[in-house]
């Protein structure tokens, strides 16, 4: 298992990359939308803050081991662990080798069972949520744009298309999402924030397991009871905790969220465990990037590079001496 290298810098939180929305539009359907949304805002009180305790410090905690496939190398911005409901002996990381971590794996250690015990604990206050609504939020299509709330999915929750989570200016705005059964995201579709949104204060609880499609981008701390599993170049800036099964990383990066407290969208509190890393060793795989989509409030956006250059510059260069190349 590789140390994240120095010159690799841990990516910018999407919640950052964010701003306020611009002023309102004057429009008939602008006023129709602001009245719903007003709505929805009175009701969002429903959803309160999740302490997840000592789970709190891990990007991926799983019960029955974690997966790393060997087809791409993947990256976790925060500690890793496995730990058992029973006394049996936690089941080691398969495929540390593909895995660059910023942090500790702490499977064995002292801190699991309690780490294990906090996730339960946490899990069972996001399934006592109290739904903002009487709707069945089974399908989340493409544009849909939610204020800040508890949505729940009486069996399955699909994420067919990009979806918008506007915190409308409150930076402690909270967002919970209860999907009975499964989650499954599709491919290319991400999550984005707004109006001051933070990832901190996004939970999907699952009450079987979740799905994160190829190149899909998910904010926010999945809590599963059983497993976990991103496709290919999946993404997500959160936590995947899985309380009773395992987690299946294939070429990804799961990036801790830090969690500003003063609204200044600075990040004061939280982020990966891991610090600075002390090594220097070079960068002998592939760019780590996020996925195409996932680096605004708008939807559009490129693919952020970290420690490499992505892209072919066309034409002349300054080179910083006076000459071009």
């Known amino acids: ?84 409901d029973s006394a049996a002996a936690p089941v080691a990381t398969t495929g540390s080798e593909n895995l660059t971590l910023a942090g500790t794996d702490l499977t064995g250690e002292s801190v699991m069972p309690d780490a294990k015990a906090d996730l339960g604990a946490a899990y069972d206050v996001v399934v006592g949520e109290s739904p903002t609504d009487t709707d069945d939020h089974a399908v989340f299509i493409e544009g849909t744009r939610l204020v800040a709330g508890v949505y729940n999915a009486t069996s399955s929750m699909q994420l067919t298309g990009s979806l918008t989570l506007d915190a409308q ?17 599709a491919s290319n579709i991400s999550v984005l924030l707004a109006g001051d949104a933070q990832a901190c204060n996004v939970f999907w609880q699952v009450g079987s397991s979740a799905t994160l499609g190829t190149g899909s981008h998910l904010v926010g701390t999945v809590l599963a009871d059983t497993s976990i599993t991103l496709t290919p170049g999946a993404s997500v800036e959160g936590r995947l905790l899985a309380r009773g099964g395992a987690v299946e990383l294939d070429e990804n990066v799961i990036t801790q969220p830090g969690c500003d407290t003063d609204g200044d969208t600075g990040g004061d509190t939280g982020g990966d465990t891991g610090g600075t890393p002390t090594t220097t060793a070079p960068v002998t795989s592939s760019p780590v990037s996020t996925p195409t989509g996932s680096t605004g409030s708008t939807g559009t956006g490129g693919t952020t590079t970290y420690g490499q250059v992505g892209r072919v510059p066309v034409g002349a260069v300054d080179t910083g001496d006076g000459s071009t190349s």
Request: proline letters at 5%; a neutral charge.
């Open 169 to 185: 200016g409150d930076p402690n705005a909270v967002f919970v999402f209860q999907a009975d059964s499964t989650l499954t995201l």
């Open 1 to 84: 298992m590789a140390s994240v290298p120095s010159t690799l810098s841990k990516p910018t939180s999407v919640t950052r990359r964010c701003r306020r929305l611009g002023a309102a539009s004057t429009s008939v359907v602008a006023i129709s939308t602001l009245g719903l949304l007003a709505g929805l805002t009175g009701t969002a009180q429903a959803a309160s803050a999740v302490d997840l305790g000592t789970a709190d410090g891990f990007a991926v905690l799983s019960g029955s081991g974690i997966t790393i496939a060997a087809t791409g190398p993947s990256t976790s911005w925060g500690d890793i662990g496995t730990q058992p």
